[in-house]
């Protein structure tokens, strides 16, 4: 078993910044994959960002260049710096963890972007 616990998230004018991380415990040497998801008011969950342990990392088109996903390999922890956010980046984001092929989630933390 792995938990997580995301932190970071508020309320932020448009063309702000703020800095999720994803704390990790439990069963971490297992851990492979993480990254972040989000969701929406009546949308559904969809990947943000994600990274492996050799630190190669993906992010979804509509925040690439705006956000930076990065891992502690050591902590185990991952962060998302999010820069020049958009009211369309409002949403509960959830980290998230592969262990031996199953994926853990944390509780979400919201991002709220005013314009």
């Known amino acids: 078993q792995v938990q997580l616990v995301e932190s970071g998230g508020g309320l932020v004018q448009a063309g702000g910044s703020l800095r999720l991380s994803c704390a990790t415990s439990?069963?971490?040497?297992?851990?492979?994959?993480m990254g972040w998801y989000r969701q929406a008011p009546g949308k559904q969950r969809e990947l943000v960002a994600s990274i492996n342990k050799n630190g190669g990392t993906y992010c979804a088109d509509d925040v690439k260049g705006r956000f930076t996903i990065s891992r502690d390999n050591a902590k185990i922890t991952i962060d998302l710096q999010m820069n020049s956010l958009k009211p369309d980046d409002t949403a509960v984001y959830y980290c998230y963890a592969f262990v031996r092929g199953l994926r853990f989630w944390g509780q979400g933390t919201q991002v709220t972007v005013s314009s």
């Open positions: 439990g069963r971490t040497s297992d851990i492979n994959g």
